[in-house]
């Protein structure tokens, strides 16, 4: 099993920019893909980004020239850097944690965008 810790979420105003990070724990996989999802207000869980172990990247169109995802694999560690944030951004962002022994989910963290 795998436990998710993530940090970094918080109020901005819009334009600005927050640092997210999740570190993973536990029974890992050197063959994982980390990554972020989010959940806005009355709105359906939706993708982010991805970033495999050997860094393949994947993000959604929304965010795509916006946030950067990275991620330390001595640390256990992914990262959201999310710039030029609008309102619409608002939202609980999820780390996910993938590998063939299944998914583990962090608890959340609000991110809220607004003047």
């Known amino acids: 099993q795998v436990q998710l810790v993530e940090s970094g979420g918080g109020l901005v105003q819009p334009g600005g920019s927050l640092r997210l990070s999740c570190t993973a724990s536990?029974?890992?996989?050197?063959?994982?893909?980390m990554g972020w999802h989010r959940q806005g207000p009355g709105k359906q869980r939706e993708l982010v980004a991805t970033?495999?172990?050997?860094?393949?990247?994947n993000y959604s169109d929304s965010v795509k020239g916006r946030f950067t995802i990275s991620r330390d694999n001595a640390k256990n560690t992914v990262y959201l850097q999310m710039n030029s944030l609008e309102p619409e951004d608002t939202a609980v962002y999820y780390c996910?944690?993938?590998?063939?022994?299944?998914?583990?989910w962090g608890q959340g963290t609000q991110v809220t965008v607004s003047s």
């Open positions: 996910n944690y993938h590998s063939v022994l299944g998914n583990s």
């Open positions: 536990g029974s890992i996989l050197s063959d994982n893909a």
């Open positions: 970033i495999s172990d050997l860094h393949r990247i």
